[in-house]
């Protein structure tokens, strides 16, 4: 793998951990904060999703969709596609978050799951991260 993938990869991973930082920052205010966490555990994934996709050279899509992401990456890690349900929920807040008339509001249980679900995804993909590609 050259330097240069090395490099975005890792910075891939650098925000995809700002993220997870900021779920877990926002959980713990009084009162929570649960759109925001749900967002930033949604750009969490997506961020691991796409330094997995980077390092075994596949062009990541710029998209939100974290099912396409999946469904791309489980060629390279097979447990992902059992996570596609997970993946669609956190989808769900991609967007959400961003535009009035796509606004709900998220009960403080629901970000809980959000963020379990975003371990999980972390659970499988931050092995392979460390990882060289076959």
Same mark, same amino acid.
Not at 48 to 72: M, Q, S
Not at 73 to 83: D, F, I, K, R, T
């Given at each position: 793998?050259?330097?240069e993938?090395?490099?975005?990869?890792?910075?891939w991973?650098?925000?995809a951990?700002?993220?997870?930082?900021?779920? +877990?920052?926002?959980?713990? +205010?009084?009162?929570? $904060?649960?759109e925001?966490?749900?967002?930033?555990? +949604?750009?969490?994934v997506?961020? #691991?999703?796409?330094?997995? $996709?980077?390092?075994?050279?596949?062009?990541?899509?710029?998209?939100?969709? #974290?099912?396409?992401?999946v469904?791309?990456?489980?060629?390279?890690?097979?447990?992902?596609?059992?996570?596609?349900?997970?993946?669609? #929920?956190?989808? @769900?807040?991609?967007v959400?978050?961003?535009?009035p @008339?796509?606004?709900?509001?998220?009960?403080?249980? @629901?970000?809980?799951?959000?963020?379990?679900?975003a371990?999980?995804?972390?659970?499988?993909?931050? %092995?392979? #991260?460390? +990882?060289? %590609? %076959?």
């Amino acid at each position: 793998m050259s330097d240069e993938v090395r490099e975005v990869v890792a910075q891939w991973v650098a925000r995809a951990e700002v993220d997870w930082r900021s779920a +877990q920052a926002l959980a713990s +205010q009084e009162p929570p $904060l649960p759109e925001s966490v749900c967002f930033h555990c +949604q750009q969490y994934v997506e961020k #691991l999703l796409k330094a997995l $996709l980077t390092l075994h050279g596949v062009e990541a899509p710029r998209t939100h969709d #974290l099912r396409r992401l999946v469904e791309l990456a489980s060629e390279l890690v097979p447990g992902l596609a059992a996570l596609c349900d997970e993946a669609d #929920l956190l989808s @769900e807040h991609a967007v959400a978050t961003r535009y009035p @008339e796509d606004w709900r509001p998220v009960e403080p249980a @629901e970000a809980k799951r959000m963020m379990a679900f975003a371990e999980r995804f972390a659970d499988i993909l931050l %092995p392979e #991260l460390r +990882q060289e %590609p %076959p």
